[in-house]
Nanobody, 127 residues
């Protein structure tokens, strides 16, 4: 059974940084397709960043140049480094895993592509 546990959220001032972690278990992590999503009340869950084969990772336009997704296969952990945070980045952040392969042409930033989800970690950015 796949289990995803996020951590690293918190409160930070605008311009600050946070690193989120997602500990994965119950799967062959190194080949799993993983991504980060976020959601605010009343809005749909949106894709933030996703791993893709060949290192061509995907990012939402709103976070390009500020967020970086990475993974440590030895620790079965996915990371999201978030720099230059803005108040509009405030959201619950979720880690997700898909059963499907991670070719870059797939909808890696679509929540419908993913099959497993963590419980989320809250990020709050104050101005």
């Amino acid at each position: 059974q796949v289990r995803l546990v996020e951590s690293g959220g918190g409160s930070v001032q605008s311009g600050g940084s946070l690193t989120l972690s997602c500990d994965a278990s119950g799967s062959t992590y190194s080949s799993a397709c993983m991504g980060w999503f976020r959601q605010t009340p009343g809005k749909e869950r949106e894709g933030v960043a996703a791993r893709a084969l060949g290192g061509n990772n995907k990012y939402a336009d709103s976070v390009k140049g500020r967020f970086t997704i990475s993974q440590d296969n030895s620790k079965n952990t996915l990371y999201l480094q978030m720099n230059s945070l803005k108040p509009e980045d405030t959201a619950m952040y979720y880690c997700a895993r898909a059963r499907g392969p991670c070719e870059g042409w797939r909808p890696l930033l679509s929540r419908h592509f993913y099959d497993y989800w963590g419980q989320g970690t809250q990020v709050t950015v104050s101005s």
